[in-house]
């Protein structure tokens, strides 16, 4: 990894494999999106609303882990659950309300201290983890986008 305080670009590119199917590589992994088959696809892999659900969480235990020695905590395991309210109307064209993504989005961590953690501390480590998470902070804040449409 390079230097803590560089900038890095992240990227992830892929291609439609089907209708409803999406298979994307990110350095050198396979990403697989499908629609479950009630909503018309193969179920072949998590929709990408899971997906980001699936990244927060995954952020969540990592920055759990790494912000841990800055509170002097040991960290024998992490459990995370997540969870949003999503309404696919918009999406799908058949409503200009409510907004195409998550309504909201909330996470519950289950972190296994290797010692007793008072509730100040709890409160403060908390606070640092929500800050930190870089998933978190995007989907808390508004994140510049830039779609351009190019016809091949």
Same mark, same amino acid.
Request: aromatic residues 6%; glycine residues 10%; hydrophobic residues 40%.
């Given at each position: 990894?390079?230097?803590?305080?560089?900038?890095?670009?992240?990227?992830?590119?892929?291609?439609?494999?089907?209708?409803? $199917?999406?298979?994307?590589? @990110? #350095?050198?992994?396979? =990403?697989?999106?499908?629609?479950?088959? *009630?909503? *018309?696809?193969?179920? @072949?892999? @998590?929709?990408?609303?899971?997906? =980001?659900?699936?990244?927060?969480?995954?952020? =969540?235990?990592?920055?759990? #882990?790494?912000?841990?020695?800055?509170?002097?905590?040991?960290?024998?395991?992490?459990?995370?659950?997540?969870? *949003?309210?999503?309404?696919?109307? $918009?999406? =799908? *064209?058949?409503?200009?309300?409510? #907004?195409?993504?998550?309504?909201?989005?909330? @996470?519950?961590?289950?972190?296994?201290?290797?010692?007793?953690?008072?509730?100040?501390?709890?409160?403060?480590?908390?606070?640092?983890?929500?800050?930190?998470?870089?998933?978190?902070?995007?989907?808390?804040?508004?994140?510049?986008?830039?779609?351009?449409?190019?016809?091949?």
């Amino acid at each position: 990894m390079s230097e803590a305080n560089a900038t890095q670009r992240m990227a992830v590119s892929g291609e439609s494999d089907s209708e409803s $199917k999406f298979v994307a590589e @990110a #350095r050198g992994h396979e =990403l697989v999106m499908d629609d479950p088959e *009630g909503m *018309g696809g193969d179920d @072949a892999g @998590a929709m990408p609303v899971e997906y =980001l659900l699936a990244a927060w969480s995954g952020c =969540l235990n990592a920055t759990v #882990r790494a912000t841990a020695p800055d509170f002097d905590l040991d960290v024998e395991g992490v459990a995370v659950e997540v969870a *949003g309210e999503f309404n696919p109307r $918009k999406h =799908l *064209g058949r409503d200009g309300d409510p #907004r195409a993504g998550y309504q909201g989005v909330e @996470a519950s961590v289950d972190v296994d201290f290797a010692g007793d953690v008072d509730d100040e501390a709890l409160a403060e480590f908390t606070a640092a983890v929500e800050e930190r998470c870089p998933v978190s902070d995007n989907l808390a804040n508004e994140t510049a986008t830039d779609v351009t449409l190019r016809q091949e």
